[in-house]
C-alpha cells in the first residue's frame, strides 16, 4: 500500500494531510534502529528473534531480488495497536470500480487512509451517505516509496513483525517493491506487481532460507488464501456479468424495474458467495480467518482485493519470460510504465505472450 504524507501549497484538504502528517511523524519517533532493540535487555526474547529474522529477510531482498538496499526496514516500532492506518474503499452500487481519491504527491488512488479508526469510520459514513458501497479495513504496512529515507526510511512495525516467517517476508518485500515502481493514477497496476513481488519473492526466500517448519506453515496457509481468491475472483466475474446487464435492461424496461433486476441478481450472487465460502471452509478445519471479509463483503471490498490481484497472473508470467531474473523483469516492467493506462495493459499481456 502506497500512503504519502506530502503536502503543497493549495492543498485542497489541509485537515486531512494534517493528520497524516501527524500520524506518519509519530511511527517515525517511534521507530529506533533495530540493533538497539536487540541491545536492550526489556525487549523480549520473541521480539528479539523476529527482529533478526526480519534483517536476514531485508539483507535477502535486496541481495537475492534485487530491491532497493536503503535505510527502509532497519528501524523498529513497537506502535502498540493492531493496524498502522486503516483505510477506506468505495465504490457505486453497480459497479466494482473503486472510487478514486486524488493527492498532489501520488496522483489518484482507489482509497483513502487514516491513522485513527474514529475518523476512517467517519470518512466512509460520508461517502456511503454520496450512494456508495463502503469498507473500512486496518492495515498493517505502507510505504512511502522511498522518498522518506532520508529520515529513516519506513520501519517495520509491530503490527506485522509477528506474521510467521513467510508471510513476514511478502510484507517486507511487497514494501520494497513500491520503491522499485510506482504509477501515478494506476492502483491496480502498483498493487498488482507489488503483490507479484511478494509471491514470486516469498516463495524464494522459504525454498532458500526457510526451515521444514517454515515452509509447511506457509503453504498451509497459503493453500487457503489461493482457494479464497479463486472464490472471490469467480464472484467479481459473476457481479461484472450481472452489472454489464445494468444499461441494456434500462434501455427496455423502466428505470426502477431495471434497478430492481439487477439488485435481485446481485444479492444471488452475493448469497451464492456466502454458500460456496460455507463450503470451503469445511475442508479448512475450523479456520476461520476470511469470516470478517465475508461478512461484509459488497462491491468496495471485493474492488479492493481486485486492486491487488487482478494483473499477479500476468507479472509473474513476465518475471518467468525473463528468466526468473529480476533485474530484467523490473526494467521490463519500468519500460511500460509510461504508457497511459490502457496501452499499459495491453503491453503488459503482450509480455506473455
Not at 470518512?123 to 522511498?146: C, D, M
Not at 520501519?155 to 501515478?184: C, D, N, W
Not at 503483490?195 to 526466500?205: D, H, P, S, Y
Not at 428505470?255 to 458467495?273: G, R
Amino acid at each position: 500500500m502506497i500512503f504519502i504524507v506530502i503536502c503543497v501549497t493549495g492543498c485542497s484538504n489541509l485537515g486531512y494531510y494534517w493528520q497524516n502528517t501527524q500520524g506518519h511523524l509519530a511511527v517515525m519517533n517511534a521507530a529506533k534502529p533495530v540493533q538497539e532493540w536487540l541491545d536492550d535487555a526489556q525487549t523480549p526474547d520473541a521480539i528479539k528473534r523476529r527482529l533478526a529474522l526480519s534483517q536476514r529477510i531485508r539483507e535477502f531482498a535486496s541481495r537475492e531480488l534485487a530491491l532497493p538496499s536503503n535505510a527502509s526496514y532497519r528501524r523498529y516500532a513497537d506502535l502498540k495497536r493492531n493496524a498502522v492506518v486503516w483505510n477506506v474503499v468505495a465504490a457505486p452500487l453497480f459497479s466494482l470500480q473503486l472510487k478514486t481519491w486524488c493527492f498532489a504527491a501520488v496522483g489518484c488512488v482507489g482509497y483513502r487512509g487514516y491513522y485513527n479508526e474514529a475518523d476512517a469510520k467517519l470518512e466512509a459514513e460520508r461517502v456511503k451517505a454520496e450512494g456508495f458501497e463502503v469498507n473500512v479495513y486496518g492495515v498493517p504496512a505502507y510505504s512511502t516509496l522511498g522518498y522518506m529515507n532520508w529520515a529513516g526510511g519506513d520501519p517495520l512495525l509491530s503490527t506485522f513483525i509477528g506474521y510467521p516467517e513467510g508471510e513476514l517476508a511478502r510484507m517486507i518485500f511487497h514494501e520494497l517493491a513500491h520503491q522499485v515502481l510506482y504509477v501515478k493514477d494506476d492502483t491496480m497496476f502498483n498493487e498488482s506487481f507489488a503483490t507479484a513481488v511478494e509471491r514470486l519473492g516469498g516463495q524464494q526466500w522459504l525454498a532458500q532460507n526457510g526451515s521444514e517448519a517454515a515452509r509447511k506453515e506457509y503453504e498451509a496457509f497459503d493453500s487457503k488464501r489461493r482457494e479464497f481468491r479463486t472464490l472471490t475472483l469467480r464472484t467479481r466475474e459473476r457481479l461484472a456479468q450481472v452489472y454489464k446487464q445494468n444499461t441494456a435492461i434500462a434501455g427496455k424496461e423502466s428505470a426502477q424495474s431495471a434497478t430492481e433486476s439487477i439488485a435481485n441478481q446481485k444479492l444471488q450472487v452475493m448469497q451464492q458467495l456466502r454458500d460456496e465460502y460455507a463450503q470451503l471452509k469445511t475442508s479448512w478445519s475450523g479456520f476461520a480467518g476470511y469470516d470478517r471479509f465475508i461478512a461484509n463483503a459488497n462491491n468496495a471490498s471485493l474492488g479492493a482485493q481486485a486492486a491487488y490481484d487482478e494483473l499477479v497472473p500476468q507479472f509473474e508470467a513476465v518475471f518467468e519470460k525473463k528468466g526468473k531474473n529480476w533485474k530484467e523483469f523490473y526494467q521490463a516492467i519500468q519500460s511500460i510504465t509510461p504508457l497511459p493506462k490502457d496501452e499499459r495493459r495491453k503491453a503488459l499481456l503482450a509480455m506473455t505472450q
